[in-house]
Structures are given as C-alpha cells and as structure tokens.
C-alpha cells in the first residue's frame, strides 16, 4: 500500500512537471531581472506552508540574486501585534504600505487557491494594494488561481492532478518553482 501511494505521489508530480506553463515561468523570471536590475525590492507573501515557502525562498533571492527581499511573517512580533490590533485580513498590506511599497517594486505571492473574498482575504488586500502603488506582482498558486490569477503580471499555476493532493502538490512546487526562478535570474 505505501509503494503504491508513493508510486502515485512521483507519478502526480512528474505530470505536473509536464504540464507546468513555461512561458509564466519566463515572465516571472524577466519581471524579477528586471525589479533587481532597477534596484527595486521584493516582497514575498503567504500564509501556512506558504510563509515557511517565503521565508526560504526570501533568503535565496538575498544571499543567490543579491535582490532586496523580504517577507513579513519573518517578523513574528509585528505580525501577531498586528493580527491582534487590526485583524489579520490586513497584516500585509498594512506591512507593505510601512515598508512604502512603490512602482518597480515587485510581490510575490505563494498560495494554494490564490485568495478569495472569504479565503486568504490577507493575500487579496496586498495584491489590491500593490497595484494601487504599481508594483508588479508574481504569484505561484493553484487550484483555479483566485485572485492571483486575474491580478499578477505574472501567474504560474501548479496543475491540479488529484484534488486530494492539491496542497501538498501546490506548497511543495512552490518551492521546486522559487529554486527554478532564482537560479534562471542567475543563468542570464
């Protein structure tokens, strides 16, 4: 039984490896060049596994890219206050307007659905607030994309091969897709 569902398991992500879009990987690769080139930032976003997802992939960008890059949830301080005080619908693009968010700048967002007006609300707000500053924004998302989809300049969607895998599937091509990103940033 276990071989089996591993078997499966490689088996779902070799299709997603198929079926990936790689001209969305490409945009996103030139929106990120160009966000570093310009001397901009980069401020990474997500909730769960997604914000362990920044966090890591934060540091790749920093110590690989030598790109200014950032996530709030690595301030667990700040984040918690402000989900105490404000609501946690807000904590992004509250943190994103003290952080003064700008034209160039670009947000990358990590997320299984994408955010919706009732799921992952925090992630809408930010995405609505960065392109009120006219920031780019990347996201790497799943299932049929949510508002990440209709609002980023760049939209990478992690296929849905098994619906009860989806976020295992999202969260971790999350990761294979930041590695892919930055280390393409680095192939120029």
Request: glycine share 6%.
């Amino acid at each position: 039984m276990t071989k089996d569902y591993i078997e499966n398991y490689l088996r779902e992500t070799s299709k997603i490896s198929e079926l990936i879009d790689r001209d969305a990987i490409d945009e996103a690769v030139r929106i990120l060049r160009a966000t570093r080139n310009s001397g901009a930032r980069l401020f990474i976003i997500g909730v769960g596994g997604s914000a362990t997802n920044a966090s890591h992939a934060v540091n790749d960008f920093r110590k690989i890219c030598s790109m200014e890059s950032y996530t709030p949830v690595d301030n667990v301080s700040e984040l918690t206050a402000r989900t105490n005080d404000e609501g946690f619908e807000t904590v992004f693009d509250r943190w994103l307007n003290t952080s003064h968010l700008r034209e160039g700048d670009c947000l990358m967002v990590l997320s299984v659905g994408g955010g919706t007006d009732t799921v992952s609300r925090n992630l809408v707000k930010a995405m609505e607030f960065a392109k009120l500053r006219k920031a780019w924004v990347v996201s790497i998302v799943s299932r049929d994309g949510g508002a990440a989809l209709k609002m980023s300049d760049a939209c990478i969607l992690v296929p849905v091969v098994v619906d009860e895998r989806i976020t295992p599937h999202a969260e971790g091509w999350q990761s294979v897709i930041c590695h892919l990103l930055v280390n393409a940033m680095e192939a120029e």
